[in-house]
């Protein structure tokens, strides 16, 4: 296990590099994928095989999927990027070292870390025991995430709603028969 | 259920049900007035978050508060919802923004946000609180597409404000890994003083709520975004993101971190004194009216934090809510001065340079009035909230002996005075009795009530805040 954790560990944190320090968005967003990928090893290493299935499905399949799409379709991988000023380089090179060293520093010293009441009882990895708990104990926080999802779709229309031609302007069926109407006189 | 799981899920519930029916009724063309809608589902909301006014309790397995505190801040939260909506009314139009029932339902949800957040009892739901208020105000930041420093503002609050989830999110992992809980009441029984990575937790925690209330060093994207929003989602962010996650951020730093607050006072102390000083000092060299406001809100925010470091029974925490009531006060009255001044004129994005107000006194005596009122009592001059507010801040600080910083807090008071006078000298001596920009029409009823009852409010919680006072007290004493 403690093996297969450090092999995983260096992949991950070289293809997080890879993310990084690839010059062609396209690259990074492969890379992207591997990252996401060998982070859900991680988590199966821990036992929450569940977790790690949503990781690939979610992450690593659909979103990045999206992002790839995205940038083909925005035409943003015809060179390569643009560098940043040596400036901003240097002092997130800075700043991200001491973060680091911080860390290091407290993680090390930590001598014992409690276990958690939730964690560790070895039933995170059962898909049926994270449905049981989303809606028993955390039922509170699922529904405010159907809002949270809510709010968001209603904000992409918002943003995405073109003037001229709009999808919700206040009388949506009116609207929606109208531009079947057009749609039928066109094709006459 | 149990009743505090109902008492728990009755704002909440009622608000985003209206929001709801609110936008299925608008879909069928029924929805006839959005402000009435609107205001009914935060006056709704209010009523029943007043049931829990007297309990302190948990509901939802523990994941919620049902207590005073809540009761009193989701008060400010939607009182600040029903102002702002108020002001907004007719005026979106005017300034280019996007006019649809979208934008009401999202000042709502966001509303809804800021309730989870001051409920919260669980670092999880804070986020996910945090998340929705934070996405319906990032949209809103950018509704009118059409204008650069909307769209660059929205872009820029978007990119700042994942940033600081990010800070926020990993405070919140440390201090789950240094302490094995997320409820926050646990966590401030189990923090032990040798605890190197609840500390950092707690160190990236201030991080992600400073970028949040906008705490100098965090503070770089106010000005941008306050000035490239629509005046009235301005208004919006300026009052109500502000207070909720500033309750949210008390009640954390209360009763999670209450216990150790020896580990995080020097840094609070900082960021309080570098965030009244520099935002003071930034005012000071502003000529668009919208920066100057902005900074001025920066250095509210370094007021509002000496209210953490007297925590107990010295009385900072009292005087932080009474605080963020005043400033929400004061700020409704400011920012929709400039929103009904400026809509619809150029002044509006970019290039509001303070003699746009110029001969307003004359030509508005009502915004005038308003206008004067806000600046004074935002400058601290007594007997307006304003003062008041300052006054209880400050002997917290100093009961809990921070004199020094009581000190700096004054002199920065005296130095806003300049800048909070050269508003009304603009208005009032600068020799022209007309706008230069005529508003396309006269004063709505909707944003006149508005300002009237900010206007009244300021006066009155500034004559009268031992009205009020208990309330908080009561809020405060369910914390624990």
Known sequence: MIVAMWIFGVLTVLSALGVVFAPRPLHSALWLVGTLFFLAVHFALMGADFIAALQVVVYAGAIMVLVVFVIMLLGLDEGPTQNQSRLTLYSGAIFCGLFLGLLLFAFTHQLSFPIGSGVSNGSVGDPREVGRVLVTDFLYAFEVIALLLFAAIIGAVLLANDRKRPLMPGRGLKAVQGSANDAASVEA | ?480
């Open chain 2, 1 to 480: 259920m149990n009743p505090n799981d109902v008492l728990a899920a009755l704002p909440l519930g009622v608000l985003t049900a209206v929001t709801m029916t609110m936008l299925l009724l608008d879909l069928f063309g029924l929805c006839t007035s959005r402000l009435l809608w609107g205001l009914s589902a935060c006056f709704l909301a209010w009523v029943f978050s007043c049931t829990q006014f007297y309990i302190s309790e948990v509901g939802f397995s523990g994941l919620v508060f049902v207590d005073g505190y809540t009761t009193v801040l989701s008060t400010l939260i939607l009182a600040g919802t029903a102002l702002s909506l108020l002001l907004s009314h007719k005026y979106l139009g005017l300034q280019r923004a996007q006019t649809s029932i979208d934008v009401d339902v999202l000042i709502l949800l966001a509303a809804a946000g800021g309730l989870v957040m001051v409920a919260a009892a669980h670092l999880i739901v804070i986020f996910i609180g945090f998340e929705l208020l934070s996405v319906c105000v990032y949209v809103l930041t950018g509704i009118a597409r059409k204008e650069r420093a909307s769209a660059e503002g929205a872009l820029k609050y978007f990119l700042l404000g994942a940033f600081s989830s990010a800070f926020l999110l990993y405070g919140m992992a440390l201090v789950y890994g240094a302490t094995g809980t997320m409820f926050i009441e646990e966590i401030g029984q189990v923090g032990g003083p040798d605890n190197v990575l609840l500390l950092i937790g707690i160190g990236l925690l201030i991080f992600g709520f400073g970028f949040k209330v906008s705490l100098v060093p965090f503070h770089l994207w106010t000005p941008d975004v306050y000035q490239g929003a629509p005046v009235s989602v301005t208004t919006f962010m300026a009052v109500v993101v502000k207070t909720a996650a500033f309750g949210t951020f008390l009640r954390l730093m209360y009763v999670a971190f209450g216990g150790m607050t020896e580990w995080w006072e020097g840094l609070i102390w900082t960021l309080c004194v570098l965030t009244m000083t520099v935002g003071n000092l930034a005012a000071l060299r502003q000529s668009s009216v919208k920066r100057m406001l902005a900074y001025s809100s920066i250095a509210h925010a370094g007021y509002a934090l000496m209210g953490f470091l007297a925590l107990g029974p010295a009385g900072g925490a009292e005087a932080t809510v009474f605080y963020l009531l005043a400033y929400g006060l004061m700020t409704v009255a400011s920012f929709g001065v400039v929103l009904v001044a400026t809509a619809g004129s150029d002044a509006q994005y970019g290039n509001d340079d303070i003699s746009s107000l110029s001969g307003l006194g004359f030509s508005h005596p009502f915004l005038g009035v308003v206008m004067t009122v806000s600046m004074l009592s935002l400058a601290g001059m007594p007997p307006l909230a304003g003062f008041m507010g300052k006054l209880y801040l400050f002997s917290a600080a100093i009961n809990s002996g921070f004199v020094g910083l009581a000190v700096i807090a004054a002199l920065n008071s005296v130095v806003s005075l300049y800048y909070y006078l050269r508003v009304l000298v603009v208005m009032y001596f600068s020799g022209e009795r007309t706008l230069s920009w005529a508003p396309p029409r006269g004063l709505e009823w909707a944003p006149k009530a508005s300002l009237g009852l900010v206007t009244v409010g300021t006066v009155f919680f500034g004559l009268f805040s031992y009205l009020c006072y208990p309330a908080i007290e009561v809020a405060i004493k369910s914390l624990g």
